[in-house]
């Protein structure tokens, strides 16, 4: 084992059951978000490495944690997240956790192996002092599962299923975190929640590493071809009553993930509202 690796599994992250996943949370949602009990809020894109996003939400909340979905490897080189990271660290330790990956190769001109791209930069974390425990690697295939358990605390998959929460576990073993992603859309009308659901998902169904993970969870050359099938949608979207979305949920958990970011498509002004309807079903209290 790795020093990296048993610094992993020695204090695995603490974010709680759920937390939001979003981008441009603001810092009075955040404080929200962590008064409903909440345990995290996950910042997605690609944020650049000043990460001067940060300390304005850790500020106004007390325990919340703040996580990236991701720090993409290509755009925000690994010297000033690391400086990012502990400048953040320094003034809210433990309540930072950096999430990183490797992006898409159909948007970077320069894109290589992303394998050995992620390994480098995984190093370069090492070199500049980022703690293997306070850091989670996008992962979705097997490779990078096993190497996000070796080199960091755990997996952050996004655009998954519970079937693949499962698998991630079995990959990963029992002391890495995994936190999935899943998408949410708070209606009992199926309809809209699946147009709702193929709109976030459409920018998705031409990436090759969505694609081919989708096709090693089952899923056919019909289903993730646009606009994507019914099955494909009602597997990465929950919809239906608050108890139905939480039941959903929770299928992650019982599948082995630690936590579950929860990613409401809904318009900003609803975000806590929704979150607030789901907080009971979801036992956050």
Same mark, same amino acid.
């Given at each position: 084992?790795?020093?990296?690796?048993? $610094? $992993?599994?020695?204090?695995?992250?603490?974010?709680?059951?759920?937390? $939001?996943?979003?981008?441009?949370?603001?810092?009075?949602?955040?404080?929200?978000?962590?008064?409903?009990?909440?345990?995290?809020? #996950? %910042?997605?894109? =690609?944020? *650049?490495?000043?990460?001067? #996003?940060?300390?304005?939400?850790?500020?106004?909340?007390?325990?919340?944690?703040?996580?990236?979905?991701?720090?993409? &490897? #290509? =755009?925000?080189?690994?010297?000033?997240?690391?400086?990012?990271?502990?400048?953040?660290?320094?003034?809210?330790?433990?309540?930072?956790?950096?999430? &990183?990956?490797?992006?898409?190769?159909?948007?970077? =001109?320069?894109?290589?192996?992303?394998?050995?791209?992620?390994?480098?930069?995984?190093?370069?974390?090492?070199?500049?002092?980022?703690?293997?425990?306070?850091?989670? %690697?996008?992962?979705?295939? *097997?490779?990078?599962?096993?190497?996000?358990?070796?080199?960091?605390?755990?997996?952050?998959?996004?655009?998954?299923?519970?079937?693949?929460?499962?698998?991630?576990?079995?990959?990963?073993?029992?002391?890495?975190?995994?936190? *999935?992603?899943?998408?949410?859309?708070?209606?009992?009308?199926?309809?809209?929640?699946?147009?709702?659901?193929?709109?976030?998902?459409?920018?998705?169904?031409?990436?090759?590493?969505?694609?081919?993970? #989708?096709?090693?969870?089952?899923?056919?050359?019909?289903?993730?071809?646009?606009?994507? $099938?019914?099955?494909?949608?009602?597997?990465?979207?929950?919809?239906?009553?608050?108890?139905?979305?939480?039941?959903?949920?929770?299928?992650?958990?019982?599948?082995?993930?630690?936590?579950?970011?929860?990613?409401?498509?809904?318009?900003?002004?609803?975000?806590?509202?929704?979150?607030?309807?789901?907080?009971?079903?979801?036992?956050?209290?």
């Amino acid at each position: 084992m790795t020093d990296a690796a048993a $610094s $992993s599994q020695a204090s695995k992250p603490n974010l709680g059951r759920f937390g $939001s996943f979003g981008r441009g949370v603001t810092p009075q949602q955040a404080k929200e978000i962590e008064a409903l009990g909440y345990g995290a809020v #996950w %910042v997605g894109g =690609s944020p *650049p490495a000043e990460l001067e #996003w940060v300390e304005p939400i850790l500020e106004q909340t007390t325990t919340l944690q703040v996580a990236t979905g991701i720090v993409n &490897i #290509w =755009s925000a080189p690994a010297k000033p997240v690391a400086e990012s990271f502990h400048r953040i660290d320094r003034a809210y330790p433990g309540r930072f956790l950096l999430g &990183i990956g490797v992006g898409h190769p159909e948007a970077i =001109s320069e894109y290589r192996k992303p394998y050995n791209a992620l390994v480098e930069y995984l190093d370069q974390l090492d070199d500049y002092g980022v703690p293997a425990h306070r850091r989670v %690697v996008a992962a979705l295939g *097997p490779r990078v599962l096993q190497l996000s358990a070796e080199r960091s605390a755990g997996a952050h998959p996004y655009l998954t299923t519970p079937e693949h929460t499962a698998h991630a576990r079995e990959l990963i073993g029992p002391s890495a975190f995994l936190a *999935p992603e899943h998408k949410v859309v708070l209606t009992t009308d199926a309809d809209h929640a699946r147009a709702v659901g193929r709109k976030a998902l459409d920018i998705y169904l031409n990436l090759a590493n969505y694609l081919n993970n #989708w096709r090693r969870l089952g899923f056919t050359d019909e289903d993730v071809t646009r606009p994507g $099938s019914d099955r494909l949608v009602d597997a990465l979207v929950a919809y239906g009553s608050t108890d139905a979305i939480a039941a959903r949920l929770n299928e992650h958990l019982d599948a082995g993930a630690d936590h579950v970011a929860v990613q409401v498509l809904t318009r900003p002004e609803k975000l806590v509202p929704v979150l607030a309807e789901l907080a009971g079903p979801l036992r956050l209290q």
